[in-house]
């Protein structure tokens, strides 16, 4: 395994998968880690590593690598670096900066964005509106926690000139 624990703390249950068209390059063990999943999740690594969409081979990607069973799922994904971030701030803003079903997203806040993007809520029953924010109320405590972790880590390596 190409991660160390304390005393094994977090044991995967499968090898990090060598087969895939996505090359990890770093696989974290994920399932002991996915928030209200945790423990009971098909998403068993999150890996940094060769992009399979790259035929050069000189691109890096994010990707869930997710198992179903005894294989591998092709539901796993992979992302180029830059979108995980983006939708990173996508996530707070829509979980925690919504007004009136609005989310204003500054100018200069994605590549290329000059101008302010107002988002608006896309047409939904009143059923799923309850579903979205019956979950954002029962996960909030767990994302804000995530959100948080991200946010100390940013700013420390931002005080340590390294971003």
Avoid at 70 to 77: G, L, V
């Amino acid at each position: 395994m190409p991660y160390q624990t304390n005393h094994n703390t977090y044991p995967a249950t499968h090898q990090v998968p060598q087969s895939l068209l996505h090359k990890p390059v770093y696989a974290m063990p994920y399932e002991h880690f996915d928030g209200m999943y945790a423990n009971k999740t098909d998403a068993i690594y999150l890996s940094i590593g060769i992009a399979q969409y790259d035929e050069n081979a000189k691109e890096l990607s994010a990707k869930i690598m997710r198992n179903i069973g005894s294989q591998w799922s092709p539901q796993s994904e992979e992302l180029p670096i830059h979108r995980p971030i983006d939708l990173s701030i996508l996530i707070a803003k829509v979980l925690f900066d919504r007004i009136n079903n609005n989310v204003e997203i500054r100018g200069g806040t994605y590549i290329s964005q000059k101008n302010e993007i107002i988002l608006t809520q896309e047409p939904r029953t009143q059923a799923e509106i309850k579903v979205f924010q019956s979950w954002i109320q029962n996960n909030e405590s767990v994302i804000k926690e995530r959100l948080n972790a991200l946010c100390d880590i940013l700013n420390d390596l931002r005080r340590r000139n390294k971003i």
